[in-house]
C-alpha cells in the first residue's frame, strides 16, 4: 500500500517524465508517441518504474531501449526539474504498459 507521499511524489514524476520526453528529449522516442501511463515509486523514494504506452506499437521494442540507454540522461534533466522538491533523485527503470494491448484483446474476443 503506498503512503500519502509516496502517491504525490509519483503524481509529480509522471508528470514531469511525460513532459521530458515529449519536449526536452523528444529525440529519444524516435519520432513515436510515448505516454507516461503509471509512475510507482518505492518506499524509500530511491527507485521510480514508469511505465510507458507507445504508438506505433510495431517502434514499442526499440523505443523502449532507447530510453532505458539514456536513462542516466534522463535522470539528469529530471533533477533539474524537481531537485529543488526532493533531496535524492530516484533512479528510473523504465517498462512497456501492454494494459491497452490486453484490453483490445478481450474485447476482441467477446466480440466473437
Not at 539514456?70 to 529530471?78: K, T
Amino acid at each position: 500500500m503506498e503512503s500519502t507521499r509516496q502517491k504525490k511524489i509519483s503524481r509529480l514524476l509522471q508528470k514531469e517524465m511525460s513532459e521530458i520526453l515529449q519536449r526536452e528529449l523528444n529525440e529519444l522516442t524516435l519520432s513515436s508517441l510515448v505516454t507516461v501511463t503509471i509512475a510507482r515509486v518505492s518506499p524509500d523514494l530511491s527507485i521510480v518504474r514508469y511505465y510507458l504506452s507507445i504508438f506505433p506499437p510495431q517502434k514499442s521494442k526499440e523505443v523502449l531501449a532507447n530510453i532505458n540507454e539514456n536513462s542516466a540522461r534522463i535522470r539528469y534533466a529530471l533533477g533539474q526539474r524537481v531537485g529543488k522538491q526532493l533531496r535524492v533523485i530516484p533512479e528510473p527503470s523504465f517498462f512497456l504498459d501492454d494494459s491497452l494491448d490486453y484490453l483490445e484483446n478481450i474485447d476482441k474476443l467477446l466480440k466473437d
